[in-house]
């Protein structure tokens, strides 16, 4: 059974850290089924925009079944190649806000079908885009013992990715992975189960983020990020687990900070430099909402606001 239900995490926190103008022209770079997009559109006037990229060519077509209207275009795209498409609209330096919600979307983990999700059987699939690339059946089945160990180890901070990867190699020697009960299955039987902790969930996280390519896309966009927003536009991004957040901060942090001076050396005012981005800070989900969505409980939200400063290309 699948489900079109999803509830935005940090709806609240988001909308309000976009600091939105009802004529602006704003990004959600992960449309999923549009929570965050619906949002964004009841503030916008009729000169407003909303422009949002999907993966998954099964939030495309929700879009178009369940969104009217020109002021939402959606667009069938990995988010990494929003400059390049958005450049060719003339878009470049006049976005007003651009939302990353980094989690996987409650139909994609509630379809068994996708392959997402160690609590119920089906296809070891994994793709967000099912229309390209690997499936984690597929990787899974011509990646080596060391290759498997480094992913789970680099993507999931899974302390015991040897030992899974000596355990995936040594089942494939009867019969093939193809199911995500069975992957899910071979790991418990590597790891002691956890309170309130699934010992697959580190290893699916890390499959499924290197069959993404999902960190990779996310420096990325950061990056495009500075072009593309226009001065006192925002970037607010939510993340889900450490090394996402990671490299979300580090990225706030190299273009927030200004350059340490010698120590002693008295600054005036006049003589601080504009940064790229102002860092205004990292929010948590309230109590109430982790108790209403439990999705919530590991989401931090940063925002960051782009100034006037122009950022020469290397």
Known sequence: ??????????????????????NGIYIDATFGRGGHTRGI????????????????????HYAKENFNGDQLEVIHSA?????????KRGLTGKIDGILMDLGVS???????????????DGPLDMRMDQTQGLSAAQWLSTADETEIADVLYQYGEERKSRRIASAIKRYQQDKSIDT????????????????NKHPA????QAIRIFINQELRQLSETLEQAIELL???????????HSIEDRIVKQFIQKYSRQKQAPKGLPIMDSEIKETVFKDLGKKF????????????????????QRSTLKVEKC
């Open 106 to 120: 409650s139909p994609q983990l509630d379809n068994a079908q996708r392959g997402f999700s160690f609590n119920q």
């Open 180 to 195: 995500t009960l069975q992957l899910a299955n071979i790991i418990a039987s590597v790891i002691k189960v956890q309170k």
């Open 201 to 204: 969930t580190r290893s699916f």
């Open 230 to 240: 226009a001065a006192g536009g925002r970037l607010v991004v939510i993340s889900f």
């Open 41 to 60: 559109l009841n503030q916008l006037s009729g000169s407003g925009k909303v422009i949002a990229f999907d993966r998954d060519i099964s939030a495309v």
């Open 79 to 87: 988010f990494s190649n929003m400059l390049t498409l958005l450049d």
């Open 1 to 22: 059974m699948t489900s079109n239900q999803h509830q935005s995490v940090m709806f609240d926190e988001s909308i309000k850290g976009l600091n939105i103008k009802n």
């Open 285 to 304: 989900a309230s109590k109430e909402e982790v108790q209403t969505n439990k999705r919530s409980r590991s989401a931090i939200l940063r925002i960051a």
